[in-house]
């Protein structure tokens, strides 16, 4: 059957918005320098001799150094680990397990912020109290870290929520593309905005946003209209979606005029003839 509409892959295509997450967020941490190491004895420091690499450029990546050696410290080291979990206690926290980063999954990244932040409290006592390995104190997590990783942090759960969203095997997720794009992206410029265009961060947000706009643009170009097709037709958002991005209605205008032809098409009474014939 020949279609009625052109059709190309690079066009036509119904990507994977999951994997468009990850190449958004691979994009920010490449610019900031700070994607996490193949190997976890990277983050390897030996007694006494606790230092990071001198080549780390910005104080987000000297910030993520500093962190991800404390986890390894508070992973590998049995009087560490439980200094670290007394103070848990101490805390009058739930007990949990720090947890280091890997390539292939972005969103540990999130899950390690999370946690170390959630943990803040009692890593910084024992760290201002211990006297298992003076030299860790010269790389302490100062106030301006932290500050880095929740600032990181805040950035990385705007593309976890969405993650989560789409993770379904049992009901369909196309007509959430365009809205959670939309979000993305709108979250995303806010933090820049925030944070600054030339600040470090601010320039991660840059990255990503480069990536979600490139892919947003393929996805609702006038060659393909599935996502659209797929978002007007969920009674959840029907047209509504319009008066939430005023400012990209032409694709939904488009999509829509077409969208109600076909709909008029299909409602119009049929004949007998016609409808014998359909039968």
């Not at 009692?122 to 760290?127: F, G, M, N, Q």
């Not at 694709?251 to 409602?267: A, G, I, K, M």
Request: with cysteine.
């Amino acid at each position: 059957i020949q279609q009625p509409w052109k059709f190309t892959v690079k066009e036509g295509d119904v990507r994977c918005i999951a994997h468009i997450i990850n190449i958004a967020v691979q994009a920010a941490l490449k610019s900031l320098k700070a994607s996490p190491d193949t190997e976890i004895e990277a983050y390897w420091c030996a007694q006494g001799l606790a230092q990071i690499p001198q080549r780390m450029g910005s104080e987000v990546s000297t910030a993520l150094a500093k962190l991800r050696r404390h986890i390894y410290v508070f992973r590998n080291r049995r009087a560490w680990k439980d200094a670290l979990q007394k103070q848990i206690q101490a805390a009058g926290q739930k007990p949990r397990q720090l947890s280091l980063d890997m390539p292939v999954r972005w969103n540990s990244t999130y899950y390690m912020l999370e946690t170390a932040l959630k943990l803040r409290i009692p890593i910084t006592a024992v760290c201002s109290t211990q006297k298992l390995d003076l030299s860790m104190k010269d790389i302490s997590l100062t106030t301006n870290d932290w500050a880095i990783i929740e600032a990181l942090e805040r950035l990385f759960l705007v593309f976890l929520k969405p993650s989560r969203r789409l993770q379904s095997d049992s009901f369909p997720t196309l007509n959430f593309t365009i809205p959670l794009y939309l979000k993305m992206i709108n979250k995303v410029a806010l933090i820049q905005e925030e944070l600054g265009n030339s600040s470090t961060i601010g320039l991660a947000c840059g990255a990503a946003l480069q990536k979600l706009n490139m892919y947003y643009t393929l996805t609702t170009n006038l060659q393909c209209k599935h996502s659209a097709v797929a978002t007007i037709c969920d009674p959840r958002m029907n047209h509504k979606i319009c008066s939430v991005i005023d400012f990209r209605c032409m694709y939904f205008t488009d999509v829509l005029t077409t969208f109600t032809l076909l709909s008029r098409h299909d409602c119009q009474p049929r004949g007998r003839s016609e409808e014998r014939r359909v039968g």
